[in-house]
Antibody, heavy 120, light 110 residues
Framework: QVQLVQSGAEVQKPGASVKVSCKASGFTFADYYMHWVRQAPGQGPEWMGIINPTDGSTSYAQQFQGRVTMTRDTSTRTLYMELSNLRFEDTAVYYC?????????????WGRGTLVTVSS | QSVLTQPPSASGTPGQRVTISCSGSNANIGSNTVNWYQQLPGTAPTLILYNNDQWPSGVPDRFSGSKSGTSASLAISGLQSEDEADYYCSAWDDSLNAWVFGGGTKLTVL
């Protein structure tokens, strides 16, 4: 079965960086694209960006460009999302999500999420 | 402020039919398909409808979706206590070049 196993909760200070991992299993890595979506407390989800696991190409939402980096390790089927220059408003649950890269696509499997807390 | 607009809350009694609306613009719902997600308390969202009205495997047909112009709606018939959750609509936005979500509707089963 499809599994997206994410790393544990993090507490970081403002200005620091955080790197969240997501290990994928149960499906053919090359057949899908992977997204990162975050959800702040009491808010709706917010799409951050997408990565092609095959060639590592990425596209980021405009509001995260310059601060987010998405990478992958095909040998371990692990994805990474690094967010730098953290602000208090970056406190959220960060989800690794399976999907596609076309406009009528959808997110069919979500990881359990990684809580990132930005606190001084 | 979410790009897609949903009512913050909805409610119904067991067995009733409830609908949840999702309003957008020509850049998103007006040009692209809508997907719906259910989020039970303390868990990740799960896909319950895609391409406006299609069911993923395992989702009961009590859930149905429709789209007209720049609005979409989710209907839940035969309401059950386990349907109590947050519901989110989502679509691709051609102007933002991003997937966008609604702010969510909290469904209470009375």
């Amino acid at each position: 079965q499809v599994q997206l196993v994410q790393s544990g909760a993090e507490v970081q200070k403002p200005g620091a960086s955080v790197k969240v991992s997501c290990k994928a299993s149960g499906f053919t890595f090359a057949d899908y694209y992977m997204h990162w979506v975050r959800q702040a407390p009491g808010q709706g989800p917010e799409w951050m960006g997408i990565i092609n696991p095959t060639d590592g190409s990425t596209s980021y939402a405009q509001q995260f460009q310059g601060r987010v980096t998405m990478t992958r390790d095909t040998s371990t089927r692990t994805l990474y999302m690094e967010l730098s220059n953290l602000r208090f408003e970056d406190t959220a649950v960060y989800y690794c999500v399976r999907g596609y890269w076309y406009s009528s696509s959808y997110f069919d499997y979500w990881g359990r999420g990684t809580l990132v807390t930005v606190s001084s | 402020q979410s790009v897609l607009t949903q009512p913050p809350s909805a409610s119904g009694t067991p067995g009733q039919r409830v609908t949840i609306s999702c309003s957008g613009s020509n850049a998103n719902i007006g040009s692209n398909t809508v997907n719906w997600y259910q989020q039970l308390p303390g868990t990740a969202p799960t896909l319950i409808l895609y391409n406006n009205d299609q069911w993923p495997s395992g989702v009961p047909d009590r859930f149905s979706g429709s789209k007209s112009g720049t609005s979409a709606s989710l209907a839940i018939s035969g309401l059950q206590s386990e349907d109590e959750a947050d519901y989110y609509c989502s679509a691709w936005d051609d102007s933002l070049n991003a997937w966008v979500f609604g702010g969510g509707t909290k469904l209470t089963v009375l």
